[in-house]
């Protein structure tokens, strides 16, 4: 039973093009994040959800839009896409929010090439 | 202020040597301290976390030691295995910033036979 799964795993496009990414958690989590990991390896985070609404939105380019139709999903939307967005993207879950000691769960990671 | 800052980027260690990798932080108001373990391929893991109210927590062959005067916190791995190469990120996150995890930069371990 997977935890927090991501699709696709793998995600090859042209740039211009939208492309989304899907994200389910099976845990009842009530936060669910998305993370940016660049070729670095660094971890960054984008946006975070809870029980539906927006509570972390970084500095992120506005062609990037989360939705969470519900608790246990959040997508990610990406318009008009960029050589720079090339990357791993990872979701994760949590069971609350303001409460930063609780463990964050990450998808195994869906890898974004732009050509 | 909000970086967290870690070091060696790379790290090679004989099986059974101790392997240590260093962070730093600058902001007193993180108040918990993770360490995520990410195999290739995979996302991370939590692998051991510390509150600035302890000095040290050992979990197995895994320890982080804190030195909240000196804003550094490192993790050891005793008794080195193969099986611990991966790549090894600390991060800092504080209670009033909705569960936002500020990671460090990452350190690749590799573990010789």
């Known amino acids: 039973d997977t935890a927090v799964s991501q699709t696709p795993k793998y995600l090859v496009t042209q740039m211009g093009n939208d492309k989304s990414i899907k994200c389910e958690q099976n845990l009842g989590h009530d936060t669910m994040y998305w993370y940016k990991q660049d070729s670095k390896k660094f971890l960054k985070i984008m946006f975070s959800?809870?029980?539906?609404?927006?509570?972390i939105n970084e500095t992120v380019p506005n062609r990037f839009s989360p939705k969470s139709p519900d608790k246990a999903h959040l997508n990610l939307h990406i318009n008009s896409l960029e050589l720079g967005d090339s990357a791993v993207y990872f979701c994760?879950?949590?069971?609350?929010?303001?409460?930063?000691?609780?463990?964050?769960?990450f998808g195994p990671g869906t890898r974004l090439l732009v050509l | 202020q909000q970086q967290v800052k870690q070091s060696p980027q790379s790290l090679i260690v004989q099986k059974g040597g101790i392997s240590i990798i260093n962070c730093a932080y600058e902001?007193?108001?993180?108040?918990?301290f993770p360490w995520y373990q990410q195999f290739p391929g995979k996302g991370p893991a939590l692998l051991i976390a510390?509150?600035?109210?302890?000095s040290e927590k050992k979990e197995g062959r895994f320890t982080i030691s804190f030195n909240k005067s000196a804003k550094q916190f490192s993790l050891h791995i005793m008794d080195s295995q193969p099986g611990d190469s991966a790549t090894y990120f600390c991060?800092?996150?504080?209670?009033?910033?909705?569960?936002?995890?500020?990671f460090g930069q990452g350190t690749t371990l590799q573990v010789k036979p």
């Open positions: 994760a879950s949590s069971q609350v929010v303001l409460a930063p000691q609780e463990t964050q769960y």
């Open positions: 959800y809870n029980n539906k609404e927006l509570i």
């Open positions: 991060a800092a996150s504080m209670r009033s910033n909705t569960g936002k995890l500020i």
């Open positions: 510390i509150r600035p109210d302890v």
């Open positions: 902001n007193t108001a993180f108040d918990y």
